[in-house]
């Protein structure tokens, strides 16, 4: 009789048990369950700008590097690494103090040779050796977080785009005017799009605000190509810039790098696995 209510209980104990291990799995189910549903809330309904500055050119540091200063931003640099330390370009010191101050790195090929009929005329290895050498030039001067993260150097056009998604953690587009919203994003990591800001033409303050606002109500990440270089990125424009910088605060949009809107979408470079 004592054997029997000695395992009586023994019995009861294990039932107890193995019923508050699957009530326990069934509520980490659901919590599990909710929090996804929340990420992806919170991801549809963000609001994110990133600023990139093409091609690495020494006006970076005139124009660019003072605002990351001035306003505590990041503000990103596309550089195509055989030309730095060449004419008017960023050497890599250059580069590493603009990091340092705040400016993240990314990858515009090697040689920037890439408009639609250039990609044309190149075979695919080709094209795939000179970004794996670019990935390379950057990883070995301490970039190598973003060193797969491309900005196109001209047209996203065929073989380009292809070997890009074969390669690298996503693919901006040299334009595109539109907000990339998270279902975008999810489907067209290789074919972000961006505004084009002081592109051979003159952009107002009223102008970066309408850009703002698109944000505002397509809620997503935008992106601004920038280049230093071009005469319309004047002492003007830089002021109104920074006007724009301060409207963002205003209006609750996060200015982030390309790597912090990577991470925060959830974004991974498959071809690591």
């Known amino acids: 009789m004592k054997k029997f209510t000695v395992f009586l209980f ?4 294990v039932t107890i048990i193995v019923v508050l291990c699957i009530t326990n799995n069934q509520q980490l189910t659901i919590n599990n369950q909710q929090e996804f549903v929340d990420t992806v809330e919170i991801r549809k309904n963000a609001k994110l700008l990133t600023f990139i500055d093409d091609d690495g050119h020494t006006s970076f540091v005139d124009k660019l590097l003072p605002i990351i200063k001035e306003k505590n931003i990041s503000i990103s640099m596309a550089i195509e690494t055989s030309r730095a330390g060449t ?26 040779i890439y408009s639609k009929a250039e990609s044309e005329k190149r075979s695919k290895d080709d094209i795939r050796n000179e970004m794996i050498e670019s990935i390379e030039d950057l990883s070995s001067n301490g970039y190598e977080e973003t060193s797969d993260i491309w900005v196109y150097p001209g047209a996203s056009a065929g073989a380009t785009v292809t070997i890009c998604s074969k390669v690298m953690r996503c693919g901006i587009n040299s334009s595109g005017s539109v907000v990339n919203d998270y279902e975008f994003i999810k489907m067209h990591k290789y074919g972000l799009k961006r505004f084009p800001i002081c592109n051979h033409m003159t952009n107002t303050l009223e102008d970066l605000k309408g850009y703002i606002n ?24 830089l002021n109104d810039f920074r006007k724009a910088i301060d409207y963002c605060l205003e209006n609750n949009i996060r200015i982030v790098s390309v790597k912090e809107a990577l991470d925060f979408y959830g974004v991974i470079n498959e071809n690591k696995n």
Not at 87 to 112: F, P
Request: hydrophobic share 35%.
């Open 214 to 237: 698109q944000l505002n109500e397509t809620p997503g990440w935008e992106i601004w190509m920038m280049h230093s270089i071009y005469n319309e990125m004047s002492e003007d424009f």
């Open 10 to 13: 023994f019995s009861l104990f």
């Open 87 to 112: 004419r008017n370009y960023m050497d890599w010191e250059t580069i590493r103090e603009c990091h340092e101050q705040g400016a993240e790195v990314l990858n515009h090929s090697k040689y920037h």
